[in-house]
């Protein structure tokens, strides 16, 4: 299970490491597709007090030779980016001898204008580094709304919808993806449920990751695994919790903020039903968590 956003920007290129040779073509830079590629360790620790970590690195065989690609998903610029940047690649050369390159992904166009700026380490008079990283923005990636052509590469229109998550054009992607992997699921299903994860977790906490979760509760149902499963319950579980709100509102009872959480934050189904009922009647917010009447006993929300 994948567990952030961040995580998606880089391990959507351990997935399919081809994909590098497709995007980078949208940079200016032409690298042959893999003929193999290699996982190594991401670990570029030199001294145990210090730990140093690239998010991910992939040695790439192709026709014109080996390269390492060293991949950073960056959500903000951080001014000591750079220098940790130049160690992995001057570490990661010294220790496999391959020619690195560094690919920055960023979903905010600002962190990839910041990220795209060449890097002079040294004196003025004579700069003894220069980091040049690729970078990978919005801006960079095409907008896949075509099913047909989404399907032709699902993990380019994994990448589109996370960059352009807080982008308009976010809903179109997210349909064809979705509907993309319809077709999918009959030949593999691990590898859609895997891509569906992936996408959740890189539209991180934008009204696209609720339109995704959307999509993936009424459209799940091709899917027997348990994560699918997991998937439609939990789109279930947020449509009761809205309702309860709702319910509430409609018959003038005050919900504190931190009442409000709680309600939206239940996954258990049983949980929020009987709330449900509850607050059919109910006074108070009080009443629908603690309602005596009922017997129900207490769940895990």
Known sequence: MVSSSHEALHRIFQEDPGLFARVARNLGAAFPPPISTVELSTDLTETRPLERRVDTLLQMDTEDGSFLLAVES?????????????????????????????????????????????????????????LR???????????????????????????????????????????????????LSTEDENSAVFFIELTEQGLG??????????????DLSFFQSQTAQQLRAEGQAEGRAKDILVLLAHRGVEVP??????????????????????????????EVFEGAADGAAPGPC
């Open 133 to 183: 990283p690729l970078v990978l923005g919005p801006d960079d990636v095409p907008v896949i709304d075509s099913p047909d052509e989404a399907a032709r590469d699902i993990p380019l229109t994994v990448l589109s919808a996370a960059l352009h998550s807080r982008d308009q054009g976010a809903d179109a992607i997210l349909n064809a993806l979705a509907k993309a992997l319809k077709g």
């Open 205 to 218: 906490r934008t009204p696209a990751a609720d339109l995704w979760r959307h999509l993936m509760a009424v």
């Open 74 to 130: 960056q959500g903000e610029p951080d001014p000591r980016k750079p220098a940790s940047w130049a160690y992995y690649l001057s570490y990661a050369y010294a220790k496999y001898r391959i020619p690195p390159v560094l690919l920055v992904v960023c979903a905010d166009r600002g962190t990839a204008a910041w990220a795209a700026r060449q890097i002079d380490i040294g004196p003025r008079q004579w700069p003894t580094l220069t």
């Open 257 to 286: 903020e931190e009442a409000r959480e709680r309600i939206l934050g239940c996954s258990d189904l049983g949980m929020l039903s009987v709330w449900f009922t509850r607050a059919i009647t109910a006074a108070s917010v009080a």
